[in-house]
């Protein structure tokens, strides 16, 4: 089933490769980065504020730390520990070292630990693109006590998407080069991933790039060039089609008073001047009200 629903516009903020947006129902603050922008940004519902802090690194994605205020930023040269009061960053440690790579997604579990997922960079130094040349990516673990866990060979071309199950026993994982997201079995007590297989691969608009997952245990796909987003149920069938007013959407986290409001991330990398130009929304982060209540983004536990 294909919508095209009533949507808002959260900020006038247009980011460059907005990513990783996460709710804090404790505040009703959402939080997203821009990581060619090399921005982090928050919105505030309480108020309708946007802030933005600027980090020297290109921010890939975020999480709120549960034991202590601040976050835990993905940076692509590795984690960092990151405080909104000063808005200083303190490294932690660099999961993937491996020379050409950068870090890209990532999310917490249920348990309050951070994945993470790497490629090979497609980035220059000045933000502009470059060509991906191996599939170098892997999957990684932060633990709350700071220990790092590789959880795959260096197989994955651009790595995307990670959520939970409700039932907390399947972890989805994407790679966007090759059009394909993953489902794994998961152990929450230990962080083990088992049994990988294809939950679904080649869909015809655009590639996978983040996700979130509703109380069905459905999961929403952003579809980076397709200028939509997919709901995928558990047996791989995609049952809704939500048109989004930008072409590259990136992300989706569902929040709001009641977590039915879906909020979708966008970038305007790989867009002409002639597209932007064309359509004033491509960057924007766009809220959509939905029938569906998604689950709560989790907060890292360290």
Not at 213 to 223: K, P, Q, Y
Not at 229 to 257: K, L, W, Y
């Amino acid at each position: 089933m294909e919508q095209k629903p009533y949507f808002n516009v959260i900020t006038a903020t247009r980011d460059q490769v907005g990513e990783s947006p996460i709710w804090d129902e404790d505040t009703q603050c959402l939080y997203w980065v821009d990581i060619i922008g090399k921005a982090i940004r928050r919105h505030d519902f309480t108020n309708e504020k946007t802030t933005s802090w600027r980090s020297k690194d290109f921010p890939t994605a975020i999480a709120l730390r549960q034991t202590v205020s601040g976050a835990v930023v993905a940076l692509a040269g590795g984690v960092a520990w990151f405080d909104f009061s000063t808005g200083q960053f303190i490294s932690q440690s660099n999961p993937d070292p491996t020379v050409g790579n950068r870090l890209n997604e990532g999310r917490c579990d249920p348990s309050g630990r951070f994945w993470l997922g790497s490629m090979r960079t497609n980035l220059n130094p000045d933000g502009s693109g470059r060509d991906i040349d191996r599939h170098s990516g892997a999957l990684f673990r932060l633990d709350p006590d700071g220990t790092v866990t590789r959880h795959t060979d260096y197989e994955f071309g651009i790595s995307n998407t990670m959520a939970w199950s409700p039932d907390k026993k399947t972890f989805y994982f994407g790679d966007s080069l090759r059009n394909v997201i993953f489902a794994f079995d998961y152990d929450d007590d230990s962080g083990g991933l088992s049994n990988r297989r294809v939950l679904l691969e080649g869909f015809e608009s655009g590639v996978p790039d983040g996700s979130s997952i509703d109380e069905d245990g459905c999961l929403w796909n952003a579809r980076f060039g397709g200028g939509r987003v997919i709901r995928i149920t558990p047996d791989g069938r995609v049952d809704r089609e939500i048109i989004v007013p930008m072409t590259n959407p990136t992300s989706c986290t569902f929040g709001g008073a009641d977590r039915k409001s879906l909020f979708v991330s966008s970038a305007q990398f790989t867009l002409s001047e002639a597209q932007l130009r064309a359509n004033p929304l491509e960057g924007a982060l766009i809220e959509i009200s939905l029938d569906f209540t998604g689950l709560p983004d989790h907060k890292f536990r360290g």
